[in-house]
């Protein structure tokens, strides 16, 4: 049974000593770093990295995440911040129209260095369509200071990422040829999320479901392409088949049966199928508890999800799931970072012997390796897989 860490922020450059400031800043090192630690602790694939280069936050001046280096100390992670950036009075403007609402008013929100979006009277783009207008019209609106900073800012983007992208192709073609396959290559978010996250925020979202339920949903099945068709063409460009599919606010705690079977469940059941129909492998991670939501797990196409569980009552989920997908993760993070190696074997025995018989257990952190993990512990899973595997 494999050892897949899927979610790996700080922790390989943190037992290295490099401050976390360095490992956003530095892709080289990052990428190394993530290497060494598949070396050292067996993993059996080369895990994505979940830290966004710092040069790229730097270069839009983006305000939705803190990062070390930015305002952060050096050794801080990175941080979300949560926010209305929709307000509750803008969901009709944004629903009329979600691109030029999203150009003028959103990303000027997002990212201070494209304010210049939402100062200058952008045209409708239909008047740009001869070489007159485009000249006479376009050149003045791109000449003007605040989007000359938005261009600039644009190009450092470029620049930073393509930058990433040259240390990352670089890692992924070191791990392959040692033997190691990639992660994944895509990742989306389900369509609830997208709003709840990146829109109106936990309390908002929250807020909208009794209050303003039928924007809500309209502005969920407008996320719902959106969480679709980018996640299957970054998948297909990549010739890597696993979409990584982090959910926020799906979870027993977070909104009760009747909203999760209103709101969230429909557009995510239909995010998984769109996935398994296209011959690409979802890989959920099903953040929170979800006891209560696998009556509805054990309906997705069965031997098609990877399914990753941070709080989960083991034995249930075989009963109700385990012929329907694998049991991804679930070693408490809190046994990586506080425990004994020994209760850490003690853990992963546990799995072994429940799962064992289904062949398709896959061995992680309930949240991936915490960035706090100790080095023994981690190792500690490697070690126990090896001595009870056979079990």
């Not at 008047?127 to 000449?143: H, P, T």
């Amino acid at each position: 049974m494999p050892i897949f860490p899927q979610v790996v922020h700080y922790f390989p450059t943190r037992i290295r000593g490099v401050p976390n400031k360095d490992a956003g800043y530095d892709n080289a090192l990052r990428y190394r770093c993530m290497k060494d630690a598949v070396l050292e602790f067996g993993w059996d694939w080369a895990m994505a990295n979940g830290v966004f280069p710092s040069e790229a936050f730097d270069a839009l001046g983006v305000k939705q995440v803190r990062w070390p280096g930015g305002d952060l100390p050096a050794d801080a992670p990175f941080q979300f911040v949560e926010n209305e950036w929709l307000a509750e009075d803008e969901y009709d403007a944004f629903l009329a129209d979600p691109n030029g609402f999203t150009l003028t008013s959103m990303l000027p929100r997002v990212a201070g260095n494209l304010e210049g979006l939402g100062q200058m009277p952008l045209p409708p783009l239909y008047w740009f369509s001869n070489a007159y207008n485009l000249i006479a019209i376009g050149g003045n609106v791109l000449a003007a200071p605040p989007m000359r900073t938005v261009l600039e800012s644009l190009l450092n983007l470029a620049d930073a990422t393509a930058q990433n992208n040259a240390a990352l192709g670089a890692y992924i073609a070191e791990m392959g040829a040692l033997g190691y396959p990639y992660g994944h290559m895509s990742v989306t978010v389900p369509a609830f999320d997208m709003v709840s996250d990146f829109f109106r925020g936990l309390r908002g979202g929250s807020l909208d479901i009794y209050r303003n339920p039928e924007k809500l949903l309209a502005a969920v099945e407008l996320m719902e392409q959106v969480s679709i068709a980018p996640a299957i063409t970054a998948a297909k460009m990549s010739g890597n088949p696993r979409v990584f599919v982090p959910m926020h606010r799906g979870a027993d705690n977070f909104m009760s049966e009747e909203a999760f079977e209103r709101f969230y469940w429909p557009s995510f059941s239909r995010l998984i199928e769109a996935l398994v129909a296209e011959g690409l492998t979802p890989m959920p991670l099903f953040e929170g508890g979800y006891n209560s939501r696998l009556k509805y797990l054990a309906q997705l196409p069965p031997g098609k999800v990877a399914a990753h569980f941070d709080h989960i009552d083991r034995k249930k989920f075989k009963e109700m799931c385990g012929e329907v997908m694998c049991f991804w993760g679930n070693v408490p993070a809190s046994l990586l970072c506080t425990g004994t190696p020994q209760q850490v074997k003690d853990d992963v025995r546990e799995l072994i012997e429940l799962f064992g018989d289904t062949g398709t257990l896959m061995i992680d952190g309930n949240q991936g390796i915490p960035d706090e993990a100790r080095p023994e512990n981690v190792l500690a899973m490697r070690e126990a897989v090896d001595e009870y595997g056979a079990l």
